[in-house]
């Protein structure tokens, strides 16, 4: 890594500016439903495990995971989303409530099905997970009543940042990327994106860019050994001049984090950490990653806090939001820290 260092004082003085940030979040938003419980036996009638419930649980899940990592952060997060006339969808909106989020950017659809991934958790362990959902894109008129929404939004609130957090949940359209991005330039606030792999290449022009090695691979349609770091960060490089895009932060599990832009291409080690599930960590990564770019953070750093933050909710069962507090206390001692 190239020779970089930064201030305790800074790193301290960051941490609260992110209480002043707003940030939209556009992307596919689901109930993440947890059946805890008990294994002590195999069930007669297959070879699977008898789960004796214990605890049932509902959490805001996808892209309202990471309005729950930016609330937990400091920054004021606006959802933009669809949901559906459903008793699913009224469940979510109460958890939204009982977060104290913005309802004002949802939008309720009788053509869908809010989104639920229901995991089945015995001994700690998450044995099935059972997906109730749709995958069509919205229909042409619920896109211009998102894209309505999300005008709306960006030019009466303060917006310092935009994250696009997809699902392949169909919220996200060519159509909702192409012309929110084009405001956002307008508008002069950076775009941050979690992608996937249906909309990998319609990116244009964003800022930051953070999909992980697996989504990299199909969106690229890669076929090469990523173990070489060299020759990784040259694809990257290609692709990013080629999306005109400004930053890409690419996530590489136990490898750590790889930045790339014009000026800086480095590769951040992981930390040592006890795995316990890997489940919204990605949603932890583009909180702190779109927060840093907000406030126009050096990249490394950027990189570095991020890294960081993924690995500290892999250390829980399920998926959890940040710990600001455990996050700065290990910041401070990052080796980039004097």
């Given amino acids: 890594m190239k020779k970089y260092s930064v201030k305790k004082e800074h790193i301290r003085e960051l941490f609260k500016s992110f209480n002043n940030l707003n940030v939209l979040v556009i992307g596919d938003v689901m109930v993440d439903s947890y059946l805890w419980g008990n294994v002590s036996r195999i069930s007669p009638e297959a070879p699977v495990p008898i789960v004796t419930i214990k605890q049932k649980e509902k959490r805001l899940g996808g892209a309202a995971n990471v309005a729950l990592n930016l609330q937990a952060l400091g920054a004021t997060p606006i959802l933009c989303s669809v949901i559906g006339v459903d008793y699913d969808g009224l469940a979510f909106l109460d958890l939204l409530k009982q977060q104290k989020l913005s309802q004002k950017g949802i939008l309720k659809s009788r053509e869908r099905v809010t989104t639920v991934k229901t995991r089945v958790i015995g001994n700690n362990h998450q044995l099935v997970r059972v997906d109730e959902e749709s995958e ?3 229909i ?4 211009d009543q998102l894209l309505q929404l999300i005008s709306f939004i960006l030019q009466h609130d303060k917006i310092d940042v935009i994250i696009f957090e997809d699902y392949n949940k169909g919220l996200i359209t060519n159509k909702i990327i192409s012309k929110t991005v084009d405001l956002a330039k307008k508008l002069g606030i950076p775009v941050a994106v979690d992608p996937k792999k249906k909309n990998f290449l319609n990116y244009k022009g964003v800022t930051l860019f953070k999909p992980n090695l697996k989504e990299l691979k199909e969106g690229l349609k890669l ?3 990523t173990d070489n770091l060299n020759e990784l960060q040259k694809v990257i490089s290609s692709f990013r001049v080629k ?3 400004d930053t890409i932060l690419l996530t590489l599990s136990e490898k750590g984090i ?3 832009s014009r000026s800086t291409k480095e590769i951040i080690p992981a930390h040592y950490r006890n795995i316990a599930d890997v489940s919204g960590a990605g949603d932890t990564v583009i909180s702190v990653a779109a927060l840093c770019l907000a406030l126009e953070t050096n990249p490394i750093l950027t990189a570095a806090l991020a890294n960081l933050a993924g690995g500290l909710v892999c250390e829980q069962v399920g998926v959890v939001s940040l710990d600001k ?6 910041a401070l001692n990052l080796d980039i820290i004097r």
Avoid: Y
């Fill in 243 to 245: 999306q005109k895009i």
């Fill in 223 to 225: 076929d090469m050994n």
């Fill in 140 to 143: 042409a008129s619920e896109t």
């Fill in 325 to 330: 507090d455990q996050l700065l206390k290990e």
């Fill in 258 to 260: 790889c930045t790339n």
């Fill in 136 to 138: 069509e894109d919205i």
